[in-house]
């Protein structure tokens, strides 16, 4: 998966390490893959920024479940929520820092019928990976896959840059499902794109 693909290039070190609010909106359009050939455009991202934001995992600093956020970027942080789904995040910063980007929806590309089957055989293709839980489960995302290695591709995933441009001006809004620092607006989507997670009207009073 390190290096480049038939699909795409990995994305360097270098990328990931700098503040989680500029990875973020670049990460628009790169493409998530498994070695299996399980591939998604990442559509709908949030920023996450350790010790001045009261709504990440790493606020109130180092524990056994937030470690993997608080290594080097270039890492996937995967955590447990609601006491039944999967969720990750591309780890940013340096050692230390406890940032991230949390991977909230994607478009399916390749591997549907692989995605298709471990999301349950949803009815639509657009329920595949529009939102957080369902973008883990089609990838098949669990925490085994916690402190994966996206720059070297040492568990068969990484992300992977093809060449599309992220969007010039994408949607930019606050952050779902938390209810602290609600005021950043530190989630970026593709606008138009039938695979973001919540739609604009009645969840996230974005704005363009």
Not at 50 to 66: K, M, P, S, V, Y
Not at 75 to 91: I, P, Q, R, S
């Amino acid at each position: 998966m390190n290096g480049r693909s038939s699909i795409g290039k990995t994305l360097p070190r270098s990328f990931y390490r700098r503040d989680p609010r500029v990875v973020a909106p670049e990460l628009l359009n790169k493409l998530l893959a498994r070695n299996d050939g399980r591939v998604g455009r990442i559509v709908d991202v949030e920023a996450y920024c350790g010790e001045e934001d009261q709504a990440a995992h790493t606020f109130g600093g180092l524990t056994a479940r937030n470690a993997t956020m608080f290594g080097d970027g270039g890492h996937l942080y995967v955590y447990f929520t609601y006491g039944m789904h999967w969720c990750a995040n591309a780890v940013c910063g340096r050692a230390g820092q406890g940032v991230g980007v949390l991977l909230r929806a994607m478009e399916p590309v390749a591997g549907l019928d692989a995605m298709r089957e471990a999301r349950n055989w949803p009815r639509r293709d657009r329920d595949i990976g529009s939102g957080p839980a369902r973008l883990a489960q089609a990838f098949g995302i669990t925490r085994a896959l916690d402190g994966a290695d996206l720059v070297k591709g040492d568990r068969s995933i990484g992300i992977l840059d093809d060449g599309m441009s992220p969007p010039t001006h994408p949607v930019t809004g606050p952050r779902i499902g938390i209810s602290k620092a609600v005021e950043h607006l530190w989630r970026w989507h593709v606008a138009g794109n039938p695979n973001v997670s919540a739609h604009p009207s009645r969840r996230s009073r974005e704005r363009q």
